[in-house]
């Protein structure tokens, strides 16, 4: 007896599960079309929803003046965490100089990491991936940053520091 007549002609599977090749892989008209409307749906409810979510919660902005701390509460190279009510949004007040203050968030533009000034090196850094930014702009010096850091106008009235929004030229 010849040995290839043995042999089945497909494998088991195919026997099992017969399913043509080229019939799985084809996509209809209508398929494509309806893909295209779902895909294209998705897109529009999600420009609505950024839309509505702009008017519905409008950025955080600072009102007036706040008091932060008092002068002689910072040395020299020293900085002061502090937070603002009605946002949970974390900042730093640096001063590098006796008469130099400056005040950032203290959120890496990257990806959010908590940034801290080092009076050693003279720059804010951010530890996650090494970036760095000028103390006295919020400018990016080093590192995937792709932004300066956000500042905010400081203000020294009668021994106090205050922080604002910043000034618009
Ligand atoms: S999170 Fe700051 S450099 Fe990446």
Sequence with gaps: MNEKNL??????????????????EHVSRREFAKFLCLVSGGMAVGSGWVAVKDRLFPPFRIRGEVFVCRTGDVVVGGTHPFQIEGTKMPYI????????????EQKCTHL????????????????????????RTGAVLQGPPPRPLPRLTVVIKGGGIYVAEPRTV
């Design 93 to 104: 007040l640096i001063r590098p100089a006796e008469d130099e203050w400056y005040a950032y």
């Design 112 to 135: 959010s990491c908590a940034v801290f000034y080092s009076p050693k090196h003279g720059k804010i850094e951010c530890p996650c991936h090494n970036g760095w930014f000028d103390p």
């Design 7 to 24: 042999l089945p002609s497909k494998p088991a599977y195919e026997v099992d599960f017969p399913i043509e090749r080229v019939e799985a």
